[in-house]
């Protein structure tokens, strides 16, 4: 599995970049086919009382890309938010991904 965290208008220190993959473990534990994971961490450079700081996460597995972003004020809580919309998709798209057709009864003669 491939890790990328970039930042855009940000620095993404070492503290940042262990606390998303930290927070990304409970989802590859949830799914382990994933190929590759990116991350863009932004600050919006609006007016100075409304800052935005978003996350947002494309994750690559195996026949399709999850995709999903949040914001927020403090970019810490942006990540969490983040962390727990995608480990809804992943549990969405693993239980999809599951045989739910069941065999067919042996017929005793």
Excluded at 17 to 27: A, F, Q
Aim: charged content about 35%; overall charge positive.
């Amino acid at each position: 599995m491939n890790l990328t965290i970039s930042g855009h208008h940000l620095e993404v220190t070492p503290a940042l970049r262990n606390y998303v993959t930290s927070k990304l473990d409970r989802i590859t534990r949830h799914f382990d086919q994933i190929v590759d994971i990116r991350v863009l961490l932004t600050v919006e450079k609006l007016k100075e009382k409304e800052r935005r700081q978003r996350a947002e996460c494309k994750i690559r597995v195996k026949g399709k890309d999850i995709f999903a972003g949040s914001s927020d004020e403090d970019l810490y809580a942006a990540v969490d938010k983040l962390c727990d919309v995608l480990d809804r998709k992943v549990i969405s798209h693993s239980t999809r991904l599951q045989d739910h057709h069941h065999e067919a009864p042996k017929r005793l003669m």
